[in-house]
């Protein structure tokens, strides 16, 4: 049963679970709390027959800043959250009104389908305190377009929805998430539960094939990164809102 102290919000209507990232005044970081809170709950989802569909949100102007850097995750821990989000036999969507950075845009990859309004950013941070997006890439890069993500990995930008659905990150951009994800909700639930499991599976077959050929190595890489002096002085200086050491 999920840990009803977990910062997760869960609410259902009509066959469809809302799981909401609840930690607002820290903007919903994946702590080690909320990533074993979203573990079990979505475990909780795959189980249930009453639930046809998970959308995945957030309360406050942030959908996940990334990393908790008091409290983080063990790198293996956020594997198998991604992983468990990928092997879900039911449809996860992802419904963005906010800011989404370094971890965050992984779960938004390892979603099925994914809709942000207008007032989303994005930003793969990780190069800015000295580590990489290493285990994100495990959905992300099956799903994302190479060329395109190769700028915003190696220099750390924003950008916003419309270059996220050029990515591959987003499925759609909207001015109101709502009304762009009913037509979406209301497909899923004239859709057989046994149907959308198998195509689910036709969906993200390549992607777990980078799961069982890379997790490994890309958890070993994160450790290994974090456990740095680099990122012991990029963290530092983020914590301290100062430039780090080797910005130039």
Known sequence: MTDPTAPIGRTRARAVETLSL???ETRNPLSAALVTGLADALADCGE???????VLTHTGTTFCAGADLRDPPAPDALVALL????????????RVTGHVRAGGLGLLAACDIAVASAA???AFTEVRIGVAPAVISLPVLPRADPRALARYYLTGERFGPAEAV???????AADDVDDALAPVLDGL???SPE????????LTARVLETFDRDAAELTALTAR???SGHAREGMTAFLERRDAAWVV
């Not at 992983?83 to 992802?94: D, G, M, N, Q």
């Open 22 to 24: 609840d930690a607002t």
């Open 48 to 54: 249930d027959p009453g639930v046809r569909a998970v």
């Open 83 to 94: 992983r468990r989000i990928v092997e879900l036999p039911k449809p996860v969507v992802a």
């Open 120 to 122: 989303a950013t994005f």
């Open 166 to 172: 050029t990515l591959g990150l987003l499925t759609a």
């Open 189 to 191: 639930r004239r859709a």
């Open 195 to 202: 149907a959308l499991a198998e195509t689910k599976r036709l």
């Open 225 to 227: 990164l974090f456990s």
